[in-house]
């Protein structure tokens, strides 16, 4: 079946602009992650939603930072106010429900590059 | 803090020879994940270890487990260019369903 999918591939801003970035998780997945992965930083995580749960946004670096999950399936990371240090691949991870050992299976990343 | 560190960071090797990356922490994890990245793509799992001492082998990838449940290492039986990548290792505790990441190790095979 279909895999993670997210939208845009690249996306290039300029610094102070809103951006938006899609998730689609795999069908039936109840949980869903975002995380940013820098150079050389590993994977950040960012926040997390488990089907009707209050998310958690523990991972988010600022107020400019925010993301929802429309009827438990696609999520959408809205970044304002972009800042140059929000340079970075965005991923994207959904995991089943039951999951014994949370294995979770990513998309290919939104690539963002503020100017 | 970075609760898992791997090594080495960056390894450059020729068609053939094998090799072993490592991912150590003095946290107990319940079970740990090795992913690969391409460059464009997203991580891929490749396996789960969670038993201590526990051995997993993926044709010539191998996977070890350490007793204590702290460490964990990837050793490649004659590495070719397609093994190309970035290595994740990941731990989880119990139920939490939050992953804590390793750096990676980037490994680049030369034809």
């Known amino acids: 079946g279909a895999g993670v999918s997210q939208s845009p591939s690249n996306k290039v801003t300029e610094k102070g602009k809103d951006v938006e970035l899609r998730c689609d998780p795999i069908?039936?997945?109840?949980?869903l992650y975002w995380y940013r992965q820098s150079l050389g930083q590993g994977l950040e995580f960012l926040i997390y939603f488990q089907g009707n749960s209050a998310p958690d946004k523990s991972g988010l670096p600022s107020d400019r930072f925010s993301a929802e999950r429309t009827g438990g399936s696609v999520s959408t990371l809205t970044i304002q106010r972009t800042q140059q240090e929000d340079s970075a691949v965005y991923l994207c991870?959904?995991?089943?429900?039951?999951?014994?050992?949370?294995?979770?299976?990513f998309g290919p990343g939104t690539r963002l590059t503020v100017l | 803090t970075q609760l898992l560190e791997q090594s080495p960071q960056f390894l450059s090797i020729q068609e053939g020879e094998n090799l072993t990356v490592y991912c150590n922490s003095s946290?107990?994890?319940?079970?740990l994940q090795w992913y690969r990245q391409e460059p464009g793509e997203g991580p891929v799992l490749l396996v789960t270890?969670?038993?201590?001492?526990e051995v997993k082998k993926l044709k010539r990838l191998t996977f070890q487990f350490g007793d204590a449940r702290k460490d964990s290492s990837l050793h490649i039986t004659a590495a070719q260019p397609g093994d190309t990548g970035l290595y994740l290792c990941a731990g989880a505790r119990g139920s939490n369903y939050k992953l804590t990441f390793g750096k990676g190790t980037l490994l680049t095979v030369n034809p």
């Open positions: 946290s107990v994890f319940s079970s």
């Open positions: 270890v969670v038993t201590g001492g």
């Open positions: 991870a959904s995991s089943p429900a039951g999951g014994t050992y949370n294995e979770q299976f």
């Open positions: 069908s039936g997945h109840t949980a």
